[in-house]
T-cell receptor
């Protein structure tokens, strides 16, 4: 079974609204990362949060990590059409290798 | 600027053919990875390498092999392509051995096996 699982699988919102995606994982981690993938392209790193951090910001992105619940959330504020993409969380499986979830497909409608 | 390149964006091969997918990174990174991506399954790790001539199996190595003769180049080999290997293949690299930090991805190769 997968280490990371994003929720929801798909999300549609209007431009200007906030988008929230969640990620749950199973084993201990050193860090958790979020990536974005535009259709048919490679993944682009968005943000990394370490296991001893609870919240991190980068521009319009806010990531939280709750190690007691083994979960993370990615919030995109004031979404734009250009934010339309798939979003993946990845965990390091406590230093063994990276494990990705199946992703959340975000559609931002103009 | 960080760069990972893959030899082809699109590739069409016949069942039974030997297929080589090449990945090159120009960042002097230690670790390199090969994933396949299928709808609903996300990315699954095939093989990774933390040094030249070193390789480690990932979650789904069956039907694949890899080669890392030079630090910057990591090749994925399908010895005898099958239709169930039709997929998007993504290469990635990270900076230091044992540093499980930011992965830099190539643009991907969409392989179709007929």
């Amino acid at each position: 079974s997968q280490q990371g699982e994003e929720d929801p699988q798909a999300l549609s919102i209007q431009e200007g609204e906030n988008a929230t995606m969640n990620c749950s994982y199973k084993t201990s981690i050193n860090n958790l990362q979020w990536y974005r993938q535009n259709s048919g392209r490679g993944l682009v790193h968005l943000i990394l949060i370490r296991s001893n951090e609870r919240e991190k910001h980068s521009g319009r992105l806010r990531v939280t990590l709750d190690t007691s619940k083994k979960s993370s959330s990615l919030l995109i504020t004031a979404s734009r059409a250009a934010d339309t993409a798939s979003y993946f969380c990845a965990t390091d499986n406590y230093g063994q290798n990276f494990v990705f979830g199946p992703g959340t497909r975000l559609s931002v409608l103009p | 600027d960080v760069k990972v390149t893959q030899s082809s964006r699109y590739l069409v091969k016949r069942t039974g053919e030997k297929v080589f997918l090449e990945c090159v990174q120009d960042m002097d990174h230690e670790n390199m990875f090969w994933y396949r991506q299928d709808p609903g399954l996300g990315l699954r790790l095939i093989y990774f390498s933390y040094d030249v001539k070193m390789k480690e199996k990932g979650d789904i190595p069956e039907g694949y092999s890899v080669s890392r003769e030079k630090k910057e180049r990591f090749s994925l080999i399908l010895e005898s392509a099958s239709t169930n290997q039709t997929s998007m293949y993504l290469c990635a690299s990270t900076r230091e051995q044992g540093a499980w930090d930011t992965q830099y991805f190539g643009p991907g190769t969409r392989l179709t096996v007929l």
